[in-house]
């Protein structure tokens, strides 16, 4: 639009209609004012919307001043260049007018009117602007631990945000977090090593050209800092040479973490563990501390908080006596001055069972006596063949056995037991030819068809080995369980017997005997 159109609205409008509704006029902004103040930088459109009629031309007035007089905006309409800053359009014949701002700034801050010839101003926006924080971030200062650093800074008038970031020194990528007040704390950094942090701030419009973040460097703590004079007279645990210097290492969690019960449904329990992590890295443990929470039985139950024992520091073991039936948990902690605020714990969960009848207890099954045989004894085949050993893994343990070695489990309900019975790696025994047998007491062997037949267990193999599962070692499934490969194989036999203890429950026997060409190997009791 020229200035000879603008003229002839302002000429027009001094003969606008005194009975015309300025309601026919509708101002919007895109994007809208809705969510708030309009981010700066952004590119706005201010839409006039009115019913088109003969002399009908729109003007838009900032403030009371019209956008072709105003002292700012004037030049930069009259270009009529789309690409300028500001670009003013109109189409009288369909009743529209709009007016582009681009990179909207605080100055672009007021109140715009629409105004159409014949009518007189209409509808009005007040435009809000947000700009970045005019000042970065001061004050960053950097508190490191052994592995890892609290910073801390000072707020930022405008800012609703701060992005912190470190980065080991000499490298290139950072690691970020936006958070929203003053300080942050960072983990998983390493002992004694060089790091450098910054930290900007901004709000919803982003952060102003120019402005630098503020940056710091730190060096987390060494775990082995010396100070000889005054440490040489003290003396810690599980130092295995002369120490001349403070250890100002946290202690190592224990290991080898594990929950001992004595009996079925005991309450008395005694854990142990061990410290060897500590002693390999002469690290320094001045206490232990041992801890035991009971669960809430239902949701809503408050947990039951049985009173921590002060251990000594080379303590391995310790016994509760718990209050009864239900899911506890067991929390080892080793100490030192540096302990504070590092993970030293380790936690061990273990339920002991409600019942109201023990199991009942078994009567003792003897062992069988083997029957003489006629048969010439066996020789193995060659002279440098030993008495085989195998592994055996019962629940979290595992130790080397020989046949005719004795083992003792608990005989619980639903316990299985899975015996492997695995021919020499030497041997041509196709282990789908090796079978079992069971023999309880003096009755008659049952063979493996009836062992399946029957439910006592169940068989299946691998490339080396023939498995059987034991589904319930109870009182049906004590007696002789024997495996062989035919005729010229060797039997090998493993005895389940029970036997009773006290009136809380039973314990099972496991008893194998020897064999040459055969292994027989106790994988799992669960």
Known sequence: MTQVMHHVILFLSAFSCVFCNTDDIGISVTPSLDAGPINWKQTITITCTWTPGKFKFADILVGAESIFNHPVYADIVNLEDPEARLYFTQDPDVGTAELIIKDITKEDESQYTCSVSRI???????????????????????????????????????????????????????????????????????????????????????????????????????????????????????????????????????????????????????????????????????????????????????????????????????????????????????????????????????????????????????????????????????????????????????????????????????????????????SAINPADIVWSFQAGDADAVEQTQIIASEIGEVANDNKSSILTIKNVDANSVGTYSCSAGENSTTCTYTVSVTTTDSTGGVAHFALSGFLSLAILLIALF
């Open 120 to 426: 007189g101003p209409g509808g009005s926006v007040t435009l809000e602007v947000l700009e970045p924080p005019t000042a970065g971030v001061t004050g960053l200062t950097a508190t490191p631990d052994f592995t890892s650093v609290h910073l801390t800074w000072e707020a930022v008038e405008g800012a609703t945000n701060y992005n912190v970031a470190w980065r080991a020194a000499g490298t290139e990528a950072w690691t970020d977090v936006d958070v929203a007040g003053t300080e942050h704390t960072f983990e998983g950094l390493n002992v004694a090593s060089d790091y450098e942090a910054k930290a900007t701030a901004s709000n919803p419009a982003g952060i102003r050209d120019g402005i630098e973040p503020a940056e710091t460097t730190f060096t987390t703590k060494d775990n082995q800092t010396c100070i000889v004079d005054l440490c040489s007279n003290k003396t810690y645990a599980y130092a295995t040479q002369h120490l001349n210097c403070c250890d100002s290492r946290p202690p190592h969690p224990v290991g080898g973490l594990n929950v001992h019960e004595a009996d079925y449904n005991a309450t008395t329990i005694t854990l142990s563990w061990e410290l060897q992590d500590n002693i390999d890295e002469n690290r320094i443990i001045t206490g232990i501390t041992a801890a035991a929470v009971k669960e809430g039985a239902a949701e809503g139950d408050p947990a039951v908080v049985i009173d921590p024992q002060e251990l000594g520091a080379d303590a391995t073991s310790v016994t509760f006596e718990l209050p009864g039936a239900g899911d506890y948990v067991f929390t080892i902690t080793t100490n030192n001055d540096f302990s504070a605020g590092v993970e030293t714990s380790m936690t061990e969960i273990h339920t002991v069972k409600e019942t109201t009848d023990p199991p009942t207890p078994e009567p003792t099954t003897p062992e069988p006596t083997k029957k003489p045989t006629t048969e010439p004894k066996k020789e193995p085949t060659t002279a440098a063949k030993e008495e085989p050993e195998v592994e055996i893994d019962i629940g979290d343990g595992g130790e080397t056995i020989v046949c005719g070695d004795t083992r003792a489990i608990q005989p619980l309900p639903n316990t299985q037991a899975i015996l492997k019975c695995t021919k020499h790696d030497d």
